[in-house]
Antibody, heavy 116, light 108 residues
Framework: EVQLVQSGAEVKKPGESLTISCQAS????????MSWLRQMPGKGLEWMGR????????DYSPSFQGHVTISTDNSITTAYLQWTSLKASDTAIYYC?????????WGQGTLVTVSS | EIVLTQSPGTLSLSPGERATLSCRAS???????FTWYQQKPGQPPRLLIH???NRATGIPDRFSGTGSGTDFTLTISRLEPEDFAVYYC?????????FGQGTRVEIK
């Protein structure tokens, strides 16, 4: 069974750094790009970017380029989403997702709250 | 960036009725890279339709997708109680990948 298990909810202050994780199991981690998506409170879905675990190549949406970093630790089949300086507007649920012809597999979501 | 516009914003229907959801793209989308998702409150989205018209694993046949170019449609032939949710169209034909703003299907 394919599973994507994300790290737990976070509460941070503006300017702080944060890394959230997504541990994959039940499939060959190297065969699927892993994407991260954002859903702000009460809003729709936004694709942030993706990573190819095979060679760590990445592809970011211009809306998120330079503000977040996507990486993996292949030894533990885990993908990461990192911020160096959070803003209040980063408050959202973040999902990891993977698949070939669409995002068939999703993590449960990580709620990030940024508030002073 | 390809902008996807879904209509209507909200669809109020009764169980057993037919739902027709539309998604229009600002430029042509390759059919192989067009999908539909369903999202219920407190849950991650679920892939319904991939490659414009193919149901994902486990999706009942009352869900169907059609379309090409800039106009795509998701049809739910007979609404079941569990189908009341928000539906998103999405393209990965051109980066950045984008979603429509969603259509809420609510119980009338």
């Amino acid at each position: 069974e394919v599973q994507l298990v994300q790290s737990g909810a976070e509460v941070k202050k503006p300017g702080e750094s944060l890394t959230i994780s997504c541990q994959a199991s039940g499939y060959n981690f190297f065969t699927h790009w892993m994407s991260w998506l954002r859903q702000m409170p009460g809003k729709g879905l936004e694709w942030m970017g993706r990573i190819n675990p095979t060679d760590s190549s990445t592809d970011y949406s211009p809306s998120f380029q330079g503000h977040v970093t996507i990486s993996t630790d292949n030894s533990i089949t885990t993908a990461y989403l990192q911020w160096t300086s959070l803003k209040a507007s980063d408050t959202a649920i973040y999902y990891c997702a993977t698949g070939i012809t669409g995002w068939l597999y999703w993590g449960q979501g990580t709620l990030v709250t940024v508030s002073s | 960036e390809i902008v996807l516009t879904q209509s209507p914003g909200t669809l109020s229907l009764s169980p057993g009725e037919r739902a027709t959801l539309s998604c229009r793209a600002s430029q042509s989308v390759i059919s192989s890279y067009f999908t539909w998702y369903q999202q219920k409150p407190g849950q991650p989205p679920r892939l319904l339709i991939h490659t414009t018209s193919n149901r994902a694993t486990g999706i009942p046949d009352r869900f169907s997708g059609t379309g090409s170019g800039t106009d795509f449609t998701l049809t739910i032939s007979r609404l079941e109680p569990e189908d009341f949710a928000v539906y998103y169209c999405q393209q990965f034909s051109s980066s950045p990948w984008t979603f429509g703003q969603g259509t809420r299907v609510e119980i009338k």
